[in-house]
Each structure stands twice: as C-alpha cells, then as structure tokens.
C-alpha cells in the first residue's frame, strides 16, 4: 500500500539558508500534518491543512511557512535558518470526512527530513 | 485534549507479553484513546485506538477500563522488533492533531 513520501530524507544546510521539505500524503488522504523532533524530544506539532487550507498551527517558529496545493502534496519552508532548526521533520496524513462531525482515519507518518543545520 | 501520563520506561523478556499502562483520569466523554510507537528515528507508527470497548487488531489489543480513566496497552508476544517508544494519546474523534507526550521506552531483551 502507498505509503507518506517526504523529500529529501536527508538535507544539510548552513546557518541563514533556506529550505524547503516535501509531503506526498497517502492518496485520498485530505489532511497533512508537520511535526518536528529535535535529538532526544517526542515530536511536536507544527502545522497542519484540510482540504488546502490550514487547519492547526503549533509551535511553528514565523520563520516557517507551509501550504497545501491543488494535489494534496504539502511543503514546508525555512527560512534564516538556524542551529536550533537541525531535527527530523515528520509529515503524516489522514483522511477526515465532515471535519465538525463526520469520521476519520487515523494518521500515518512518513519516514521523515533529518535537517541538519551547520 | 487530555493529559496522558506514562512510566518512563520499561523491559519485557522476548516472547512474553508487554503491558504498558496509561493513565488519563481527565479524558472526557468524545475522546478517544491513540496508541503509537516510534522505532528509534523512524516516523511514529500507528498501533490501535479506542473509545471505551477493548480492541484487537493483528498488531496488539487495547484494554481501556469501564471509567475510562486509563488503559493498557498488550503486545501478546513481543519481539526485539517491538523495541520502541509507546506513545498513549488522548484526541477527539474527527481528526485533529495528535499531541505527543513523554511515551514509554519499551526494550524487549532476549
């Protein structure tokens, strides 16, 4: 079965870089889900998006953006990047009919960016 | 969402089934009980979820107490591969996030 693929899985850049890290959720799937784990921490949400809209923000630092486009893949950008940003980066996806009362899949997470900063 | 409170970490012998309790006293009445886990740097995992019956699936059951104020999660035969953290999660039901909180280290040892 087609499983969540995140570009690139591994991405090294400098400190005041830019970068940019790709979702390709689960086909049908309609919701997207960033998180990030820094070494030693659980994952934390960032953001997510229904149906191309954002839906959730975490503790996304103003230096993130993200979107979701016309074919559900998602992309998430760093700018003025900085040492603290090195971490894995999770995408997960599920699908959720009726967002205010309708039902749901549970999330399934890609593989995973490790971004390392130097 | 509920807070979920775990022990920090915990060893099962290889073959032997593992119980990894959670305890969400505050989980209200819509929420629903999430378990993930998380293979050393790999993306969580989807194991099983509940509301109030217990659950089965081919990966681990999951037995939630009639007031709904903790569970335990069983892999009836564990594995090295089990290895894990176990993540307990309280949400409601249509979508939204998940929250992840101090899971559980599980090391199954031969």
């Known amino acids: 079965a087609a499983g969540v693929i995140q570009s690139p899985r591994h991405l090294i850049k400098e400190k005041r870089e830019t970068a940019t890290l790709k979702c390709y959720p689960i086909?049908?799937?309609?919701?997207v889900y960033w998180y990030q784990q820094g070494p030693g921490q659980d994952p934390q949400f960032l953001i997510s998006?229904?149906?191309?809209?954002?839906?959730d923000k975490g503790s996304i630092p103003d230096r993130f953006s993200a979107q979701q486009f016309s074919d559900y893949h998602s992309e998430l950008n760093m700018s003025s990047l900085e040492l603290g940003d090195s971490a894995l980066y999770f995408c997960?996806?599920?699908?959720?009919?009726?967002?205010?009362?309708?039902?749901?899949?549970?999330?399934?997470f890609g593989q995973g960016t490790r971004l390392t900063v130097v | 969402d509920a807070k979920t409170t775990q022990p920090t970490s915990m060893d099962c012998a290889e073959g032997r089934a593992a119980n990894l309790p959670c305890n969400h006293s505050?989980?209200?009445?819509?929420?629903?009980v999430y378990w993930y886990r998380q293979i050393h740097s790999q993306g969580p995992q989807y194991i099983i979820h509940g509301l109030k019956n217990n659950e089965t699936n081919e990966m681990a059951s999951l037995i939630i107490t009639e007031d709904r104020k903790s569970s335990t999660l069983i892999l009836p035969h564990a594995t090295l591969r089990d290895t894990a953290v176990y993540y307990c999660?309280?949400?409601?039901?249509?979508?939204?996030?998940?929250?992840f909180g101090q899971g559980t280290e599980l090391s199954v040892k031969p």
């Open positions: 086909p049908r799937h309609d919701t």
């Open positions: 999660i309280v949400k409601g039901g249509q979508g939204g996030k998940l929250i």
């Open positions: 997960a996806s599920s699908l959720v009919w009726g967002w205010t009362g309708g039902g749901h899949t549970e999330a399934f």
């Open positions: 998006f229904y149906e191309k809209m954002q839906s």
């Open positions: 505050t989980i209200s009445g819509n929420e629903y």
